[in-house]
């Protein structure tokens, strides 16, 4: 090292010290000598000027070889330096015990605990705040481009605290909020990290790059609605550095009001358990969760429970976007079990109708929600997997639940695998008031889950009650059943229970759909209820497959009378689904609840295929079945209620020989009708139904009745579906 001198100034003082240059070609330095010179060291012969490094060498508030002068050093220098430490045994933990708060960080720089002699994964350098005055922040940084790592911060109001500007930060390895060991809490820490800035990374896809942010009196992370962009991967929050014991956060392990913030990434998810409110809070749009272990320890075995919900969502105000991607496909998906209230809660209406969200926008995908990481046992959540709840009936709001090559497990909880609520009902008046469009609203698609099954599909992981409970909308499954149908078997109450309170006139038993702006109904089609993946062999549901408590859909400018009412079908639709093996009905309908029922199989339950206990005016009967190999014919009548213009589908099915009616494969369908005819009432008709279809001899044939609206008075009138009966007695083919 080469040093050159230049004399005092000319007037006595001492040069005051100055950021890094070059100096004949080297990288120099400047400093005081105590003498009045100034001493440039040439430290190293570089193309390129690097960066200043300051070190830190005691633990003192203040004064030259402390933090704070590092600091202050680092923000004097232009940027781009490094804080290196190096202050007392190898290996020894150092407590910074601060008595005022440290300079706001305003350049960038790279503080860097991991340079303490011994160091070997767990952090030695402890920053203490509890003498430094009350919500003191532990770091604050106003620099983009900052780096912080391995450093163990407690005490202080809050942590560490990235305002407005800091963008691209970055904190890794650090106990924020922990003791030195990480295994419990360093006591009087409100919040972990405060993030009001963009593109921040907290934590890191590289072993040691995580932080342990636990222990915090409020919240581990909090994130502020202007940030946007920022990663938390690879930490754990609410546990220790194990993620195995509970470390835990007060209020909840992240709050996240920012834009497009992603929580865990692939191959690097976070642990977020042990937190004694929500692990996760969404109160702002964008937000992607992905590859977390949410209410369980690290390997995702044994609950370690939020005592909260797992995940929460959190409108504010009428203003508020809210939105989240809740997993993926493939190794995308997270396992929320354990948790002491919900796997999932999203609520999308506030208390006051006058602030709702404007957009809500949910997709759950690929999740273990109630079973471990496995999805070969139960790690129940208290209460449901997933539970949205409050929704606003005629708000504007999208929720999916699986897709093709995305399905979630959502077996093992305590209560409903999942919930669907509604929410108040507001007028035509209201809904201008707040500026809703008028019409439909909820929006849910359930598609592809495993429900009350494991993860082969093979047995049971019962969800306590039911696997799903509607009170509100859905789409559960689709056209194509291969891939878009759930299973939805092995659950301890029913496969589904069905209530709609949508928009009902007191006492009626009928829905009615405002000013027809949008047909709204149930469609439950290509799943399989009550049996194993394959369909063949039985994983029941303890009680029904489908129970419905639900009515007719009309236009309201109608009475709900049997006169000309202009119906536009049942609130319930089934079709194309397999439904099989339950403890006791198929398809349940109580009192005066109706449903539309077609091309189901329906087979093996043990008490009715479709038990109906209302008074049901669809009478079908079957008088003959003829079979040989040209095929086989069915003959018989129905007592069917027509409305004007309305007719009846005549469905059916192959049933097995001897227990209760049931109807297992589809043989096809015919309508019988009035036709022009104006009038209504009660009509006995004659029906004849031909297949290509051989039965053998003894087979036996049911057969279903499904009222059909037509409206009439109109050019190409539509045609709507209504109720269907209950399946006939079998009657047995001869040749």
């Given at each position: 090292m080469c040093e050159l001198r230049r004399p005092p100034s000319s007037r006595g003082k001492t040069p005051?010290?100055?950021?890094?240059?070059?100096?004949?070609?080297?990288?120099?330095?400047?400093?005081?000598?105590?003498?009045?010179?100034?001493?440039?060291?040439?430290?190293?012969?570089?193309?390129?000027?690097?960066?200043?490094?300051?070190?830190?060498?005691?633990?003192?508030?203040?004064?030259?070889?402390?933090?704070?002068?590092?600091?202050?050093?680092?923000?004097?220098?232009g940027g781009s330096s490094v804080i290196n430490f190096d202050i007392g045994a190898a290996g020894q933990v150092e407590n910074i015990s601060l008595t005022s708060p440290l300079p706001v960080i305003t350049e960038s720089v790279t503080i860097d605990g991991t340079t303490e002699p011994g160091f070997a994964g767990s952090p030695l350098i402890q920053l203490s705040g509890p003498e430094a005055g009350l919500n003191t922040i532990g770091l604050e940084i106003a620099a983009a481009s900052v780096t912080v790592k391995s450093l163990v911060v407690g005490g202080f109001g809050t942590g560490i605290q990235l305002d407005p500007g800091a963008d691209g930060d970055v904190i890794q390895g650090c106990y924020i909020g922990a003791n030195a060991a990480g295994t419990a809490a360093a006591g009087g820490q409100q919040t972990g990290i405060l993030l009001d800035s963009s593109s921040d990374t907290i934590g890191g896809a590289v072993a040691g790059d995580g932080d342990v942010i636990s222990g915090n009196a409020r919240y581990g992370?909090?994130?502020?609605?202007?940030?946007?962009?920022?990663?938390?991967?690879?930490?754990?929050?609410?546990?220790?550095?194990?993620?195995?014991?509970?470390?835990?956060?007060?209020?909840?392990?992240?709050?996240?009001?920012?834009?497009?913030?992603?929580?865990?990434?692939?191959?690097?998810?976070n642990v977020i358990s042990g937190n004694l409110g929500d692990g996760i809070v969404v109160a702002g749009p964008g937000t992607q969760i992905v590859t977390n272990m949410i209410g369980t320890n690290a390997a995702g075995t044994a609950a370690l429970p939020n005592s909260g919900n797992?995940?929460?969502?959190?409108?504010?105000?009428?203003?508020?976007?809210?939105?989240?991607?809740?997993?993926?496909?493939?190794?995308?998906?997270?396992?929320?079990?354990?948790?002491?209230?919900?796997?999932?809660?999203?609520?999308?209406?506030?208390?006051?109708?006058?602030?709702?969200?404007?957009?809500?926008?949910?997709?759950?995908?690929?999740?273990?929600?109630?079973?471990?990481?496995?999805?070969?046992a139960a790690i129940a959540n208290g209460r449901d997997g997933i539970n949205l709840g409050n929704f606003a009936d005629n708000f504007g709001g999208d929720v999916v639940i699986g897709a093709p090559g995305a399905g979630n497990l959502i077996s093992g909880n305590s209560l409903e695998g999942i919930i669907v609520r509604a929410g108040e009902y507001y007028s035509l008046e209201e809904q201008t008031q707040m500026g809703f469009e008028e019409g439909p609203g909820s929006g849910v698609t359930i598609q592809s889950n495993k429900i009350g099954a494991n993860e082969s599909g093979s047995a049971a992981i019962a969800n306590g009650m039911s696997g799903i409970y509607l009170r509100n909308f859905a789409l559960i499954g689709g056209s194509d059943s291969s891939t878009q149908g759930n299973l939805i078997s092995g659950n301890t109450f029913n496969g589904i229970t069905v209530e709609s309170l949508y928009g009902r006139y007191p006492d009626s038993g009928y829905n009615i759909v405002n000013g027809n702006a949008g047909q709204q109904q149930t469609s439950i089609e290509g799943n399989i209820i009550g049996a194993d993946a394959s369909g063949t062999q039985a994983i029941p549901n303890g009680n029904n497959g489908i129970r419905v408590d639900t009515g007719l859909i009309f236009n309201p400018s109608n009475e709900p009378v049997f006169q000309t009412p202009f119906y536009t079908g049942c609130e319930l639709v089934a079709e194309s689904n397999v439904i099989a093996f339950n403890g006791n009905d198929g398809v349940y309908l109580p009192g005066d609840a109706v449903a539309t029922l077609t091309e189901n199989s329906i087979f093996g339950n043990a008490n009715l295929g479709i038990d109906d206990s209302g008074e049901n005016y669809l009478?079908?009967?079957?008088?003959?079945?003829?079979?040989?190999?040209?095929?086989?014919?069915?003959?018989?009548?129905?007592?069917?209620?027509?409305?004007?213009?309305?007719?009846?589908?005549?469905?059916?099915?192959?049933?097995?020989?001897?227990?209760s009616a049931q109807g297992e494969t589809y043989l096809g369908n015919t309508s019988v009708s009035e036709g022009d005819n104006a009038t209504s009432g009660l009509e006995v008709e004659d029906f004849t139904f031909s297949t290509s279809t051989e039965l053998t001899v003894g087979d036996v044939v049911t057969v279903t009745a499904t009222q059909v609206y037509t409206q009439i008075g109109i050019a190409e009138p539509p045609s709507y579906n209504g109720p269907t009966s209950p399946f006939t007695p079998g009657a047995a083919a001869s040749s």
């Open positions: 005051a010290l100055r950021p890094p240059r070059r100096f004949c070609g080297w990288l120099s330095k400047h400093r005081c000598d105590g003498d009045g010179s100034v001493v440039v060291q040439c430290l190293e012969r570089r193309l390129f000027l690097s960066a200043a490094t300051f070190e830190v060498t005691q633990t003192a508030n203040g004064g030259a070889g402390s933090l704070r002068h590092a600091i202050y050093e680092a923000n004097a220098s992370v909090f994130i502020e609605s202007g940030s946007g962009s920022d990663v938390i991967e690879g930490d754990d929050i609410g546990t220790d550095p194990t993620g195995a014991l509970a470390v835990p956060n007060g209020t909840c392990g992240i709050y996240d009001a920012g834009s497009n913030v992603s929580i865990g990434a692939d191959g690097s998810g797992g995940i929460r969502s959190a409108p504010i105000n009428n203003t508020d976007v809210l939105g989240a991607t809740i997993g993926g496909a493939g190794s995308l998906g997270n396992v929320i079990s354990g948790n002491g209230l919900n796997g999932i809660k999203l609520t999308l209406q506030n208390a006051d109708p006058n602030q709702q969200p404007s957009l809500a926008s949910f997709t759950i995908e690929g999740d273990v929600i109630g079973a471990n990481a496995q999805g070969t009478v079908p009967s079957v008088t003959q079945v003829s079979t040989s190999v040209s095929g086989t014919s069915v003959t018989g009548s129905a007592t069917v209620l027509y409305f004007p213009g309305g007719s009846c589908l005549l469905e059916f099915f192959e049933s097995s020989p001897g227990g």
